[in-house]
Nanobody
Framework: QVQLVESGGGLVQAGGSLRLSCAASGRTFSSYAMGWFRQAPGKEREFVAAISWSTGNTYYTDSQKGRFTISRDNAKNTVFLQMNSLKPEDTAVYYC????????????????WGQGNQVTVSS
């Protein structure tokens, strides 16, 4: 089992920045690909970013590329999402997710996820 706990969300003005953290406990964190997803009211959950456990390769959607950065600290069992130049359309509940298969994670399939953390961007 892997337990994931997100933190760092909140309210920010458009153009501002936030950094989300996801602390993992349980099984060996370093063997899991980690990702962030988000869900806005009335919309389906969507992929935001992911990072491979083996290569450190990172993946983003086009709308986040250049604004968001995913990183991980295996020694601290933590993954981060640095979000810059935030827009009102980034408002959503952000979820951390983990899976041993990066391809599954990129498809939106994962074995573990956190409770979610609200990010609100005001215009």
């Amino acid at each position: 089992q892997v337990q994931l706990v997100e933190s760092g969300g909140g309210l920010v003005q458009a153009g501002g920045s936030l950094r989300l953290s996801c602390a993992a406990s349980g099984r060996t964190f370093s063997s899991y690909a980690m990702g962030w997803f988000r869900q806005a009211p009335g919309k389906e959950r969507e992929f935001v970013a992911a990072i491979s456990w083996s290569t450190g390769n990172t993946y983003y959607t086009d709308s986040q590329k250049g604004r968001f950065t995913i990183s991980r600290d295996n020694a601290k069992n933590t993954v981060f999402l640095q979000m810059n130049s935030l827009k009102p359309e980034d408002t959503a509940v952000y979820y951390c997710a983990a899976d041993q298969d990066i391809l599954r994670l990129l498809r939106g399939e994962y074995d573990y996820w956190g409770q979610g953390n609200q990010v609100t961007v005001s215009s």
